[in-house]
């Protein structure tokens, strides 16, 4: 069985029943402050999405098109929501809708968790996060709705998994939970897959064993990706020496 082909690859099932951590225990430092964020005190770095619709506002939209999609998201946005906020055009950040409260007829305030990308979390980027991975957070901040840029999804790794496509401007998938009070990461273990014992990589093609059911990178079984696409049947290097004997 092979998982992916389309424009990433996905592991599924199972699981060797090891665990990763997550990497939250590692070296410590403050967030990188975004560009305008707040600086000093702890997570004042905002959680920010990979580059998506925000990042179009620059050179696409008119002021009056603008204005017309704001207004849009005024009658729209609802708790719950994810969205992104303005920011500069390579980086728009990405939020969790908590509350919207009525300051005037025309003005909205809203409360959000940011979400954070793994680079601006102290564990920093590992091999095994997606492109669209985001960290869900405890940093809540109340931001203007004119702020507000465009709607964003942010999915479980399951659902995002499942997608037949996804649109990189819009899918997202957040799998962890980033603590700003102590710089931790939940849950601090997750499942790991292949010999190379690392966690699901959604970007990563992977081939399932026909026999015990666990996945593999193509790389770790001497396969290559086309190889992969290709096989009807397959077993694992061990599984195919306990046949064999």
């Keep these: 069985m092979v998982a992916g082909g389309k424009s990433r690859g996905r592991g599924g099932g199972g699981g060797r029943g090891k665990a990763a951590g997550a990497g939250g225990g590692v070296a410590k430092p403050k967030p990188r402050p975004a560009p305008g964020a707040r600086a000093g005190g702890v997570g004042a770095g905002r959680g920010r999405g990979a580059k998506g619709k925000g990042a179009q506002s620059g050179g696409e939209y008119s002021s009056a098109a603008l204005k017309e999609k704001r207004d849009d998201l005024k009658n729209t946005l609802k708790v719950g ?122 970007d990563h093609l992977m081939i399932c064993c026909d026999t015990c059911r666990e996945w593999f990178h193509p790389g770790c079984v001497s396969m290559s990706e086309d190889m992969v696409r290709r096989v009807t049947a397959w077993n694992c290097p061990e599984c195919a020496n306990s046949v064999r004997a």
């Design 81 to 202: 929501d994810d969205a992104f906020v303005l920011a500069e055009p390579d980086s728009p950040w990405a939020f969790n809708v908590v509350h919207i409260k009525d300051i005037s007829r025309d003005r909205k305030k809203v409360t959000v968790f940011w979400y954070y990308r793994p680079e601006d979390a102290p564990c920093g980027r590992k091999m095994f996060h997606g492109t669209q991975e985001l960290f869900a957070s405890d940093h809540v901040d109340v931001i203007s709705m004119e702020s507000i840029e465009s709607i964003c999804k942010v999915h479980t790794l399951k659902v995002y998994q499942a997608r037949e496509t996804v649109d990189p401007s819009y899918d997202f998938f957040a799998r962890f939970t980033y603590h700003t009070k102590d710089h931790r990461l939940t849950p601090d273990q997750i499942r790991v897959f292949c010999m190379c014992n690392m966690p699901v990589n959604p």
